[in-house]
């Protein structure tokens, strides 16, 4: 069982940048795609970004340009800096972590943290 802690989420004005952090509470070098999906009440689960164990990275269309996922193994940790931000991007922002090589849908991902809550004013 890997237990994700998010944090870094808040609120900040229009063209701001925040920066979520995850912490994993074993090491993340062996697990396959970390990932961060936003959810906002009433739709579905949204992929923002995922990276793999290699380092390959793929971003859902409302982030690409805009964010940008890392890792640090060492300190079983995955970024996610989303620079640009807009009002839409208002939303609760999950970790999550999948046994697969790549993953791309929700249902791919193991685990998944509590979610930090983003919120961006115009």
């Known amino acids: 069982q890997v237990h994700l802690v998010e944090s870094g989420g808040g609120l900040v004005q229009s063209g701001g940048s925040l920066r979520l952090s995850c912490v994993a509470s074993?090491?993340?070098?062996?697990?396959?795609?970390m990932g961060w999906y936003r959810q906002v009440p009433g739709k579905q689960r949204e992929l923002v970004a995922g990276?793999?164990?290699?380092?390959?990275?793929n971003y859902g269309d409302s982030a690409a340009g805009r964010f940008t996922i890392s890792r640090d193994n060492a300190k079983n940790t995955v970024y996610l800096q989303m620079n640009s931000l807009k009002p839409e991007d208002t939303a609760v922002y999950y970790c999550?972590?999948?046994?697969?090589?790549?993953?791309?849908?929700?249902?791919?991902?193991?685990?998944w943290g509590q979610g930090t809550q983003v919120t961006v004013s115009s």
């Open positions: 999550a972590a999948s046994s697969l090589f790549v993953a791309t849908m929700p249902d791919e991902y193991d685990y």
């Open positions: 990276i793999t164990s290699s380092g390959r990275t």
């Open positions: 074993e090491s993340i070098y062996s697990i396959g795609t």
